[in-house]
């Protein structure tokens, strides 16, 4: 059975930093693994992404610089090291890994960035 868990959110005050983990169980080939968010109200986007060898990488533009995105491959577990955080980074996380022949979503974690 696939399983896709991520951790690490919270609250954290502006400025400041969060580091999330995704690791995904019951996979034997992960390819790309990738990081998105939601906002209320707003539709989920892309927030970064890593290539099956972990050298690939994009991002958003409203993080690039401030977030880096980084995998263990054997261990199929992908983080988001998420610095200088700003209030329009509060979003549910989003885990999201393509396993072929079919994408996998995490349960989310909650980031809120707030004084």
């Known amino acids: 059975q696939v399983q896709v868990v991520e951790s690490g959110g919270g609250l954290v005050q502006p400025g400041g930093s969060l580091r999330l983990s995704c690791k995904a169980s019951?996979?034997?080939?992960?390819?790309?693994m990738s990081w998105y968010r939601q906002a209320p109200g707003k539709q989920r986007e892309l927030v970064a992404e890593?290539?099956?060898?972990?050298?690939?990488?994009d991002y958003a533009t409203a993080v690039k610089g401030r977030f880096t995105i980084s995998r263990d491959v054997g261990e199929n577990t992908v983080y988001l090291e998420m610095t200088n955080l700003k209030p329009e980074d509060s979003a549910i996380y989003y885990c999201?890994?393509?396993?072929?022949?079919?994408?996998?979503w995490g349960q989310g974690t909650q980031v809120t960035v707030s004084s």
């Open positions: 999201n890994l393509f396993a072929w022949p079919q994408p996998y």
């Open positions: 019951g996979i034997n080939t992960v390819n790309k």
């Open positions: 890593v290539g099956s060898g972990g050298d690939m990488k």
